[in-house]
Nanobody, 122 residues
């Protein structure tokens, strides 16, 4: 089970940190990802981190602004979001999968948390 939190409302240029806590004993064996879905749009990949945290992956539009990290001791994955802009407004979901092949492919993720809303205003 995945539980995401940390969403909220922020002005453009601001920052938020999302957290996702996982239950169970397999967290450190899973690749963790963040996805987002804006109203009327498909859910899209945002970022992912490999099992031990050695590799990270980002969609182009968030590179340099977002940082994904994980704390395996506490079964938690984070998404630090800086320099937020209006296009970042969406519901953000954490997800988990085995392995890192095609890590940006939404269909490869097996486990999903509920979303947390991020709203960026001007």
């Amino acid at each position: 089970q995945l539980q995401a939190s940390g969403g909220g409302s922020v002005q453009a240029g601001g920052s938020l940190r999302l957290s996702c806590v996982a239950s169970g004993r397999t967290f450190s064996s899973l690749t963790m990802g963040w996805f987002r879905q804006a109203p009327g749009k498909e859910r899209e990949f945002v970022a992912a981190v490999s099992e031990r945290g050695y590799s990270t992956y980002y969609r182009g539009s968030v590179k340099g602004r977002f940082t994904i990290s994980r704390d395996n001791a506490n079964n938690t994955v984070y998404l630090q979001m800086n320099s937020l802009n209006l296009e970042d407004t969406a519901t953000y979901y954490c997800a988990a999968r085995w392995g890192t092949v095609q890590v940006m492919d939404i269909t490869t993720y097996e486990y999903w948390g509920q979303g947390t809303q991020v709203t960026v205003s001007s």
